[in-house]
């Protein structure tokens, strides 16, 4: 069966002031995709994720989240259906203690009582948090944590992450990023902003490349991640290991990771 579109951006323009922030964007993201939007700073990344989730209304366009327009419903509609991370964590957080943050964004989507303490329960249990604790004595990464975990709590069909392991240890990032694979799988479509091009590539399955506010690309992964002529013009670089490759040349072509790389001396060393 075909996938359902979920996410749709018709000729979407919007400015903050007098000029044009993002300039006709047009997207179709698909359900169960996961998508990586990349680009240098000031691209639009940020504007294009709010316009997303209704933060931000179009000045032109239109922007549809299952179906419905975002510039017709309210936000707390759309909050059920698509679920944003911020840039900055602490932009997100506004409750005294964990449990408190948590059942927070669930009372305002309407979930009643008995079903709020559930899931309150049961994402303290998975995360490994402590109820009681205040979310502003919590390391960064763990308030980064918490506020993936008041979005998984409401089970959104779209995830929106804006940078999701911007100030995360390397293990911190690691924990981040397979939660949010394993809630791909299980269909979650995810849309994530992130500079990181190796973590691009070993999650993303598309990627959309911004510059300047508009579009200039949008693909599979590793077609994007080899166009180093299109990188550039993005203002981006490659992947470290897929930079190597290509200077290594031919011998060494579709070589994205570490795993691949020695496989590939590997293979080349048994033909000699
Ligand atoms: N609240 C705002 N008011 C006015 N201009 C803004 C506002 N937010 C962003 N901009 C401008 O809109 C453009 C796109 O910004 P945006 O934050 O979407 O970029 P970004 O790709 O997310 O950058 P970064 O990688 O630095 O997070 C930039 O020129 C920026 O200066
Ligand atoms: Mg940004």
Excluded: W
Excluded at 3 to 8: G, Q, S
Excluded at 30 to 36: L, M, N, Q, S, T
Excluded at 85 to 108: G, H
């Amino acid at each position: 069966m075909p996938k359902e579109t979920v996410l749709e951006f018709q000729n979407v323009s919007f400015s903050y002031n007098e000029t044009a922030n993002v300039k006709d964007l047009n997207v179709k993201i698909k359900e169960g995709d996961f998508v990586a939007v990349i680009g240098s700073n000031g691209a639009g990344k940020s504007t294009f994720s709010k316009l997303c989730n209704g933060l931000l209304k179009p000045t032109s366009g239109d922007v549809l989240v299952t179906g419905l327009n975002t510039k017709k419903e309210k936000v707390s509609n759309l909050a059920e259906r698509i679920g944003f991370l911020f840039q900055n964590p602490d932009r997100q957080i506004c409750c005294q203690t964990v449990a408190e943050e948590i059942a927070f964004s669930l009372k305002n989507n309407g979930i009643p009582e008995d079903e709020i303490k559930l899931r309150v329960e049961n994402t303290i249990k998975e995360f490994g948090f402590k109820a009681d604790v205040e979310p502003f004595n919590m390391s960064r990464g763990q308030r980064q944590r918490l506020c993936l975990a008041c979005l998984i709590a409401l089970n959104p069909k779209i995830l929106i992450l804006d940078e999701p392991t911007t100030g995360l240890d390397y293990k911190e990032c690691m924990e981040m990023m397979n939660r949010i694979k394993e809630l791909n799988k299980s269909g979650t479509t995810v849309i994530m902003v992130c500079h990181d091009m190796e973590i691009v590539l070993d999650f993303a399955r598309q990627v959309i490349v911004m510059n300047r506010g508009e579009i200039l690309a949008s693909g599979r992964t590793r077609e994007i991640l080899c166009d180093n002529e299109l990188l550039s013009k993005a203002r981006l670089l490659q992947p470290q290991i897929a930079a190597t490759c290509t200077l290594l040349g031919s011998d060494y072509k579709d070589v994205f990771t570490v795993d691949e790389m020695i496989a590939r001396i590997k293979e080349l060393k048994g033909k000699k």
